[in-house]
């Protein structure tokens, strides 16, 4: 028998191959709404595909062969049958796709769980993941997102009025804020401070060029403003949460 983990990802390695390497997706995607027979056609064609895969590495790792091809079977069929019965097109793009593959995912992480689960110390595992250390983790991250992106809009709200948005995208500068301040605090708890240094950096040259182009100086002050703000709320979180880790 292999190791429990050598399972779980020769089964991850499978569902990102099979789910984005085959062009299954575009062909189902590509057949008129009518055609019934063609997407049946595109839908087949993986679960052959992904079912074989599947069934060969249960199959490898010692597993009886009825239940590898019952098992096999069910993942690729529950996976064809999820992505015909999702409506199309996704009113949310993203949220589709991360209800998607995370279904598709947690059926993986059960099978595994199932097959694997009088080798694994699921009481241990359990109590280490809801430590308090990791538990203040993930209050630092909550923290940068939407706490941290309200202060900051109300904190330049009273000069949002002068600046000229044309031209921008809708809620592109509310996901760059999240994402920098992920990152921003990632490296601080990682202790990578020429990564946040390098990020500013980055930041800087991009936004100067863009203010460049715009020639409206109540814009530059607007966003270094933010950005400043942005940076130093992230690394104070940070820093508060490196200090308490080390009491």
Known sequence: MAEPSTLLLILLLIH??????????R????????LHRARARALMGYVAVAGLGYFSALALTANPLPWAALIALSLS???AALH???????????????????LCVLAILGVWAVIE?????????????VSPPNLLIALAYLLVLRPTSSLIGAALAPWIREIDKLGSL???????????????????LLQQWEAV???????????????????????????????????????????????????
Do not use: C
């Open 117 to 129: 689960g009088a080798a694994l110390p699921w009481h241990a595992w359990l109590r280490g993941l």
């Open 84 to 102: 015909g019965l999702l409506p199309r097109p996704a009113p949310h793009p993203v949220r589709r796709f991360i209800l998607e593959q995370g």
């Open 197 to 247: 240094g390098f990020l500013i950096t980055a930041k800087s040259i991009l936004r100067f060029n863009e203010i460049q182009g715009a020639k409206v100086r109540s814009l530059s002050e607007y966003v270094l403003l933010g950005t400043l703000l942005s940076f130093t709320m992230s690394i104070a979180i940070g820093l508060t949460v490196t200090r308490i880790l080390a009491l």
């Open 77 to 79: 069929v529950a996976r």
């Open 27 to 34: 062909w189902f995607s590509d057949a008129a709404t009518g």
């Open 16 to 25: 990102v191959l099979a789910d984005f390497s085959l062009p299954w997706k």
């Open 170 to 188: 809708a809620n592109a500068g509310a996901l760059i804020g999240n994402l920098e301040r992920v990152l921003i605090l990632t490296f601080v």
